[in-house]
């Protein structure tokens, strides 16, 4: 009785690791800044100047025993405090310097695969997937729902020398219009018009298709729906049916809402698609075909490039001996509506931009994704598909640190130079109270962001896992890889950036002030005016990093709309796509560099605190969706073929 109730309590601490070391930084600072003057005081005042243990002796100014002024007593909280303040305003100005670093080189990339896509993509790539086009008899297409559809007919096989690439779409109480703009930018890559729909012998896709590689992919498109959505088989239907003939193949799944243990969200359904996918591949794909099967996942508002499937494709035949244990992840930029938003919630996903975009350098051996990322089936397989259980909210980082895990920390993670295009949270009322809605729902989505704080309590029982029975990986026979321990500790260093770090930092930031604001400067311990003094350096140094980090995003996003925009001109869709295209100057977003400071505290730090005080007692977080900008424009298939004809 007494194990279990044990056993309970350690999962619980773990789990609410993140929140109690909140509280725990909290004692910390009232026992060094409040507790130890006030014992120091009554130490004072009961031994006096010249009580009898210094025999009438005054201790001379600058020795440990001066008080006022000079150095107290060091004691134990004031030792660790004095360090703990130092170390994190370290720590807060290594994460600019490291983000400015991969912001240079995620700029430099993408313009280097911008300018050079049809030179980039190796001619044996070419040659294997034309080879796969011209033995590859498209299968049938299909619309609709669930475990009695198949991929394939009967005598096909997956082709043998191609990618294929099942794009999985999870949304919840999505917006129709959202998913139906995501589609139409999908169904307007080349790929899609010369190989998903087995139109390659149309006169207005040849048309379509003359300025742009003809690289041929295979694609399956997985409406992943929850069933608990009212509506969601007719949402799903619908839009199967309108792009019937745009794909391959477009089927929808729906994630029963009266499975004990799983919550309707992103991962739920996500799971359940995969779920199926595997299975129907498993029908009648040998293990090294499986092999070549790649899972790509996206918001409903993720707009992605032809490239981006390109890069991927040419990566993964390049590189056979880790194919199967790699996961690829683009930068992502939110270029479509950001002018047209609030600046704190404009700048609030600017740095949740560039949190994501600072691990993506080249040598970074750590690369969580956002938002977007892609892995081959053979991985999928190997950990169990994505988790279900409440915990796994931060669905993204979750499942890297799941697969991160069950190889031992030998995962490899490639930048595909190619990013994910996506639109800030928008509120459709208008006036201050569409100014007021759009904060609202911009607060809803930074809890629902910190809320992941859950997957470094599973990351400490993942590694817990590891280093006792050798490997976290439950799912998969093989023997568990050697564990490489540096790529450990720097996941837990990325893990404390993003879950410790912005609460830590504002709470001692703030725990200072107040502290040198009451108490005089003549009766402040020389260690504490020293750490003040280091953490304020330090503090200045951070913020010129964070000005040079948002001027070098300048350059980073205005190469990302620019390509964009080139691929919409070649692609002839340009001119119906104008409100789609957000440029940044300097003059105009000026504001944004004196806002960051304000920003970063109302949805970074504030929301992390409310999500971890309630992590002590539920893990439950009513999912609810962002309000995105709606579409105005008439469906993109259409103006594709009207601008061709």
């Not at 729906?254 to 004990?260: A, E, K, N, S, V």
């Not at 990322?373 to 988790?387: A, F, I, K, N, Q």
């Not at 295009?421 to 007021?436: E, L, W």
């Not at 007692?617 to 962002?626: A, F, G, H």
Request: proline share 5%; hydrophobic share 40%; with cysteine.
């Amino acid at each position: 009785m007494v194990i279990p109730r044990f056993a309970g309590f350690v999962r619980w601490c773990t789990r609410c690791i993140v929140s109690l070391n909140l509280v725990a930084l909290a004692l910390l600072i009232y026992c060094a800044l409040w507790r130890a003057p006030q014992l120091s005081a009554r130490r004072k005042h009961s031994v006096g100047d010249d009580g009898p243990h210094t025999g009438g002796y005054r201790h001379a100014p600058g020795t440990k025993h001066d008080h006022g002024g000079g150095i107290e007593h060091l004691t134990i909280a004031r030792s660790i405090f004095v360090f703990y303040i130092v170390l994190v305003h370290i720590l807060g100005l290594v994460f600019p310097l490291r983000a400015c670093w991969a912001i240079s080189e995620l700029t430099n990339g993408l313009k280097h695969a911008a300018s050079g896509t049809r030179r980039k993509i190796s001619a044996s790539g070419i040659q294997l997937l034309q080879k796969s086009q011209s033995r590859t008899t498209p299968s049938p297409i299909s619309s609709g729902g669930s475990s009695s559809e198949t991929l394939y007919d009967a005598d096909d096989e997956l082709p043998t020398a191609s990618v294929f690439h099942a794009i999985i779409l999870p949304n919840y109480r999505e917006d129709i219009d959202t998913l139906r703009e995501t589609l139409e930018v999908l169904a307007c890559h080349p790929q899609a018009a010369f190989s998903y729909d087995g139109r390659d012998d149309s006169l207005k896709a040849r048309r379509l298709l003359q300025n742009i590689p003809r690289l041929t992919f295979n694609t399956q498109i997985y409406l992943a729906m929850e069933q608990r959505e009212p509506g969601a088989a007719e949402k799903a239907s619908k839009l199967a049916e309108e792009f019937l003939t745009s794909f391959r193949n477009i089927v929808f799944t729906l994630h029963p809402g009266d499975i004990p243990g799983e919550a309707p969200g992103k991962s739920s359904n996500e799971s359940w698609a995969a779920k199926e996918a595997c299975r129907k591949y498993a029908m009648r794909s040998g293990s090294k075909r499986r092999s070549d099967v790649i899972f790509t996942v996206m918001d409903s508002d993720s707009h992605l490039s032809y490239k981006y499937f390109a890069l991927i494709t040419e990566m993964h035949l390049n590189h056979p001996d880790t194919a199967n244990t790699t996961i690829y992840v683009p930068p992502i930029v939110f270029d479509r509506n950001a002018n047209s938003v609030p600046v704190l919630v404009r700048v609030a996903d600017l740095l949740w931009c560039t949190a994501g975009l600072s691990g993506l350098y080249e040598t970074s051996a750590i690369r969580p994704p956002t938002s977007v990322y892609s892995l081959p089936l053979s991985l999928v397989e190997r950990v169990d598909g994505w988790d279900t259980f409440p915990e796994a909210i931060g669905e993204d980082l979750h499942m890297y640190v799941k697969c991160f895990f069950a190889l031992g920390g030998n995962l490899t993670t490639r930048t595909v130079f190619s990013a994910a295009s996506q639109s800030n949270v928008h509120s459709d009322q208008k006036g201050i109270r569409g100014v007021i809605a759009t904060h609202q729902a911009r607060y809803k989505q930074a809890i629902r962001h910190m809320w992941g704080a859950l997957d470094t309590g599973y990351a400490i029982k993942s590694a817990a896992s590891l280093a006792w029975h050798g490997s976290s990986d439950k799912a998969s026979a093989s023997p568990p890889p050697d564990h490489h321990r540096v790529n450990i500790l720097v996941l837990f260093h990325r893990l404390y950036e993003a879950h410790f770090l912005p609460v830590h930092l504002g709470t001692l930031v703030i725990s200072s002030v107040i502290y040198t604001t009451l108490t005089p400067a003549a009766a402040i311990p020389r260690d504490l005016q020293w750490a003040f003094d280091i953490a304020g350096y330090l503090r200045i140094l951070g913020a010129l990093g964070m000005l040079r980090m948002l001027s070098l995003y300048e350059r980073y996003h205005r190469t990302c709309v620019r390509s964009r925009e080139d691929e919409m001109r070649r692609a002839g869709l340009y001119q119906h796509m104008q409100g789609a295209f957000t440029h940044r100057t300097f003059w105009r977003n000026a504001l944004d560099y004196a806002m960051f400071p304000v920003s970063g505290i109302l949805y970074g730090s504030v929301p992390a605190v409310q999500a971890q005080l309630c992590h002590f007692w539920t893990v439950n977080l009513t999912y609810s969706v962002s309000g995105k900008p709606q579409s105005q424009r008439k469906p993109l298939l259409d103006q594709v073929f009207d601008t061709v004809v």
